[in-house]
């Protein structure tokens, strides 16, 4: 949990939008906690780079499309989803996740 909290702060602090958490500790067996967030392009290059000095680089698995309108964080138990506007829209993760708990 502590990982998280600091993966939400880091987030909060470049400012995204429309930041939720959702639980899955009961749900998979691969990552506990699954985090979107709506971000501009500017954003998303600052957040990587925020959680990148956050935390150790055993910490942050993978970084998946870094200069794109989806970025995708692994940090092994919590997954990072930030979305521009329009990807976020049309994926629908908040609606495909809504029978998960959400935790914010």
């Given at each position: 949990m502590e990982k998280l909290n600091k993966i939400i702060q880091?987030?909060?602090?470049?400012?995204v939008k429309d930041l939720k958490v959702f639980d899955f500790e009961q749900v998979s067996p691969f990552y506990d906690?699954?985090?979107?967030?709506?971000?501009?392009?500017r954003q998303g290059n600052a957040a990587v780079n925020s959680l990148k000095k956050a935390f150790d680089q055993s910490e942050i698995k993978n970084v998946e499309g870094k200069d794109g309108s989806w970025i995708?964080?692994?940090?092994?138990e919590v997954i990072v989803h930030l979305f521009?506007?329009?990807?976020?829209?049309?994926?629908?993760?908040?609606q495909r996740l809504l029978g998960v708990k959400r935790i914010i």
């Open positions: 880091t987030l909060e602090d470049v400012k906690y699954f985090v979107i967030a709506t971000i501009n392009p995708l964080i692994d940090a092994n521009q506007e329009e990807d976020r829209q049309y994926y629908g993760f908040d």
